[in-house]
């Protein structure tokens, strides 16, 4: 027996010997840094124009070689694995997940002066995302590519049944109309229906109706919910209606029947593709996966409706450094070439939402790619409403993004499976999201202090408009009333 | 005492074996179970205590487990992980019917193959028949029936280790894909199940419009009287117990406490129209006069309160849930009408994406994979250790199979039988993890967060380890004193 027990022990070392040597480090005679991202093909092409671009800007090995080798880790791209994994001291060296969530967890180095001395600091990209790569005036990260959430059409489908694209801009009420037309015409009496306006109501466009009356998810500084509110008690009774009464978004269980699997950009893709969605609410990153198909629709682009102020959301896959790495150097690299017209250019062609740099947004090659003539017209209206009316979720620094979203994905879904009344889960949503805050001020006292500042600043804010006196703008820490106050004539520019 | 050198070097090879295991045990097992109790009585939260923020740890007491007591939600996922648990005894009714089957010996004699024979002729016509009724599109209909009749040829062939292999298969299936196979079977337009209830709830949507409805009445009224019977019968049982001293008064007062709880319940679920307040009072009236009835008669014989505890549980809470089936039934016979004048006619559930049909419909799923899981295995092995003997003089003294299977086959599965609850019970605490992230992530509206999700969204949403190990280290307790009990008063009934 105690030879076999030898034996076994040898077995393990020689086994640890040979994972120790086939490591990918290794076998690699540059260092190796590790990207944390999505399973997208693109990235195997963005890696060879990075290893390009570090030959041409001079990161050589004295043999001429890329001076570091960019592998992909697309199996921990998971928020949480992100999470255990850097807290642990072990994680890639490049993520492209929330900067400002991760920021939470101080997870991220600071690029600020890499970004200055590169060449990739904010003033190189979208000015709307600036509270998505910084945070307290430190810049945390650089986007890989900008999405801006937007209606996208299938023009084919809207032919079938003989109707015009809807228009770019529209008010709710249109919205409406177009949508009952629609699905009248599409979905023939007494059978089920197959075919909707659009995917289902969920919190983004919920959201997104409400801001366009004036009222976001946080006060102007960030310390507290205000969804208690009668506006977003609207904006869920509207959803509520259109899915359940106008039929124009299908249920939860009309989507569950559909049988198409999920791929790159979600099953709503291919049932947008089939024409079973008249429009879905996406970024310009559905393309690469539309292109894939056979023959992709003629696309269309409209806006989000809205009451009085147009509104959408903008976010950002945003690349940031871990505060673990120890290639921090070489990482800040590969976010310099994130800012560089290479990889500008190859967003713009492959079709990876909108590139970082506005600037590539003006070329002839992204308003009309040549090989894809059903895309032109939708390319340039994506860019422009990044810069105009896309503004960014509002971020409190005092709760967890993630618990904002399942509080009003749950109060979304009582509301539409008939166990709370909008105006109840409007109350629900904000008491426990206060609720939340609170938590998070008992458990840090270091977040107290700037609680306190903020509500204070608050209360001023709340006395200005009540005297009608207009708002200095740097009081304003929220992103969405930043733009509502200019927008209203109530604020103080400075 | 001194040690031989041999005795020496043969402690240490014996070390040696063991160390793998003993450090793996200690590193894997041990430190990490420590570390989440001392976890419990902390604010280790990830945002703050990392390697890269080292905000001053504190000793947070029991601050973790009584907001967890204060906290909504924990009340509500509780709630459903009980909900989903009361589905362990047709579980286990299940695992011990099929095993019961599978100790037969199915090969196919020379009559019984004809039986099975006659039954895949019967059919191919049947899948040949709905063809021509043009169910050409529901391939999967024409697919299982294809299934069950290769089934019952195999059967026919191999006996019952075709069978036994089948039932155990979703057993040593991953359980994600049996999940991913449920949500297909489950898709409320386009899956078999609804494909197969659509036109039979249409047909008995014209039954039931044709029905008058003093009918249906009178059956949601039948189903609630039925409940009041079960209760009567359970409180003439537990009074019996009292009488004879095999019931303390802890045991009859809880017992009654399960017994009262439907018809409680019944009040939030039902309005007065129906009736459901009034059924609740008068329920709840007897049952408390009645046990006051006990309590107060003079009794044949004294115990201790406790006694009986374990049986008065165990039938009280089996009754409680006949109870819940019953005002379900009658709950559904009450809306029949209303169902049936929908325009669209009677249609199916929608399962998964219904808040009130997400948790059955994980039951029913939970009910297929019990009845094949290591309780049939269990039971099989059970089946195969009753003597024979009593088989035979139960025959020879006229015992009907019936009646051999009460007074025989079940006492003598009791030990089996307990390991099962003790087992399924342990594991209704803890489950519901998979099925929830995979098929519903919690909802809809969180019907189908139990605790075990709870523990994930706490731990790795929000970054409150110290929280989320005081959820933990809450559902062990709980699990811990259910076991406990289990043992104490479950564990007799069994010896006896």
Redesign the interface.
Same mark, same amino acid.
């Given at each position: 027996m105690k030879y076999v027990f030898v034996f076994c022990a040898l077995a393990l070392v020689a086994a640890g010997t040979l994972t120790k040597l086939t490591e990918p480090d290794a076998r690699s005679p540059v260092p190796v840094v590790y990207w944390a991202t999505d399973p997208n093909p693109a990235r195997i092409e963005q890696i060879r124009l990075f290893h390009e671009w570090l030959v041409k800007n001079g990161y050589t090995t004295p043999e001429g070689k890329p001076a570091i080798e960019l592998r992909l880790d697309t199996v921990n791209f998971d928020s949480s694995k992100l999470i255990v994994q850097g807290v642990s001291g072990v994680a890639a060296d490049i993520w492209d997940r929330g900067v400002p969530d991760l920021e939470n967890y101080s997870l991220l180095a600071d690029i600020t002066e890499d970004a200055r001395r590169l060449g990739f600091d904010t003033s190189h990209t979208y000015p709307a995302l600036a509270d998505l790569l910084s945070v307290d005036g430190k810049q945390y990260g650089f986007p890989c590519n900008v999405y801006v959430v937007n209606f996208w059409g299938n023009a084919d489908t809207f032919a079938k049944y003989k109707m015009k694209p809807p228009p770019r801009s529209w008010d709710i009420e249109t919205f409406e109309r177009i949508g009952k037309e629609f699905v009248g015409k599409a979905n023939p009496p007494g059978k089920r229906r197959t075919v909707f306006f659009t995917s289902a109501a969920n919190a983004t466009l919920l959201r997104v109706l409400a801001r366009s009356e004036g009222l976001d998810q946080f006060n102007e500084t960030l310390t507290k919910c205000t969804l208690d509110d009668e506006r977003f008690a609207r904006s869920l009774a509207m959803g509520y209606k259109w899915t359940y009464e106008d039929h124009i978004l299908p249920s939860a269980a009309d989507e569950s029947s559909f049988a198409t699997q999920a791929g790159y950009g979600g099953t709503h893709l291919s049932l947008f593709q089939q024409g079973n969605y008249g429009m879905i609410a996406i970024g310009r990153y559905m393309l690469i996966r539309l292109r894939d198909f056979a023959s992709p629709p003629r696309l269309f682009l409209s806006h989000l409706p809205y009451v009085e102020f147009e509104n959408t959301f903008v976010g950002t896959r945003a690349a940031g450094i871990y505060a673990g790495s120890s290639r921090k150097k070489e990482s800040a690299w590969f976010l310099a070439f994130l800012a560089s017209k290479e990889y500008n250019d190859n967003i713009v062609a492959d079709a990876d939402s909108l590139p970082p740099d506005p600037a590539a947004t003006t070329t002839e090659a992204f308003r009309h790619p040549p090989e894809h003539p059903n895309e032109w017209g939708t390319h340039e209206a994506a860019a422009r409403a990044a810069q105009t009316i896309a503004i960014v979720e509002s971020r409190s620094p005092f709760i967890e993004p993630s618990s904002v979203g399942r509080i009003v994905n749950v109060r979304i879904q009582e509301v539409m499976t008939g166990r709370a009344t909008p105006a109840q889960a409007a109350k629900d949503t904000a008491e426990r999201i206060n609720e939340e805050i609170q938590r998070t001020l008992a458990e840090s006292p270091s977040l107290r202090a700037r609680y306190e500042e903020l509500a204070a600043l608050q209360e001023k804010i709340d006395q200005y408009r009540r005297e009608g006196k207009k708002v200095p703008l740097d009081w304003i820490k929220n992103p969405f009333y930043r733009r509502y106050y200019v927008h209203k004539g109530w604020a103080q520019e400075n | 005492m001194s040690w031989s050198r041999a005795k020496k070097r043969s402690l240490a090879?014996g070390l040696? #074996?063991l160390a793998p295991n003993i450090l793996g045990f200690l590193s894997f097992t041990l430190f990490p179970l420590v570390f989440s109790l001392i976890l419990a009585f902390t604010?280790w939260?990830? *945002?703050?205590h990392?390697?890269? *923020?080292q905000?001053t740890l504190r000793f947070a007491g029991f601050e973790n487990f009584s907001r967890l007591l204060t906290e909504r939600d924990f009340w509500k996922y509780l709630g459903n992980t009980a909900f989903l648990m009361m589905g362990i005894p047709f579980g286990i009714a299940g695992s011990l019917i099929t095993a019961i089957l599978l100790s037969r010996d199915l090969r196919g004699g020379s009559r019984r193959i004809w039986v099975y024979l006659v039954a895949v002729v019967l059919l191919v016509l049947g899948t040949g028949a709905l063809l021509l009724a043009g169910a050409g599109a529901t391939g999967m209909t024409i697919l299982i029936a294809g299934l069950v009749g290769l089934i019952l040829m195999g059967g026919t062939l191999g006996g019952s280790t075709v069978y036994r292999t089948l039932f155990y298969l979703p057993h040593f299936t991953a359980g994600v894909a049996t999940f991913i196979l449920w949500?297909k079977l489950y898709? /409320?337009?386009?899956?078999p199940i609804n494909n197969a209830l659509r036109p039979l709830l249409q047909s008995f949507g014209s039954v039931i419009q044709a029905t008058p409805p003093g009918v249906l009445r009178g059956i949601a009224w039948a189903c609630l009287v039925g409940m009041a019977m079960l209760v009567l019968t359970a409180l003439r049982r537990l009074s019996r117990a009292w009488r004879d001293g095999e019931a303390g008064r802890l045991s009859v007062v809880l017992g009654g406490a399960l017994l009262l709880a439907p018809a409680a319940l019944a009040t939030r679920w039902a309005p007065w129209s129906e009736g459901g307040l009034a059924l609740a009072g008068a329920a709840g009236a007897m049952t408390v006069l009645a046990l006051a009835a006990a309590i107060v008669r003079k009794r044949e014989f004294r115990c201790r309160h406790d006694e009986g505890l374990g049986f008065a549980l165990m039938f009280c809470g089996v009754l409680m849930i006949a109870q819940f089936a019953l005002l379900g039934l009658s709950r559904v016979a009450a809306a029949l009408p209303a169902m049936a004048a929908n325009p669209d006619g009677m249609t199916p559930p929608?399962w998964?994406?219904?808040?009130y049909w997400a948790k059955p419909a994980i039951m029913i799923m939970g009910f297929w994979g019990a009845i094949g899981s290591n309780n049939m295995l269990l039971y099989l092995a059970g089946l195969s250790n009753v003597p024979q003997d009593l088989y035979e003089a139960a025959s020879i003294d006229g015992a009907s199979p019936m009646q051999r299977f009460w007074n025989v086959t079940w006492p003598q599965l009791a030990p089996v039988t307990f390991f099962i609850v003790v087992m399924s019970v342990i594991g209704g605490l803890q489950g519901g993890f998979e099925m929830a992230r995979t098929m519903t992530q919690g909802? /809809?509206?969180?019907a189908t967060t139990t605790l075990s999700y709870f523990v994930y969204?706490q731990g #790795?949403?929000?970054? *409150?380890l110290g929280y989320a190990s005081g959820i933990a280290w809450t559902l062990f307790l709980l699990v811990f004193l259910v076991t406990l009990f289990n043992w104490k008063f479950g564990n007799k009934y069994v010896n006896d």
């Open positions: - | 090879l040696a #074996f604010n939260d990830l *945002r703050l990392n390697i890269f *923020r905000e949500k898709n /409320p337009h386009t899956g929608e998964i994406t219904s808040y909802g /809809p509206a969180g969204t #790795f949403e929000t970054g *409150r």
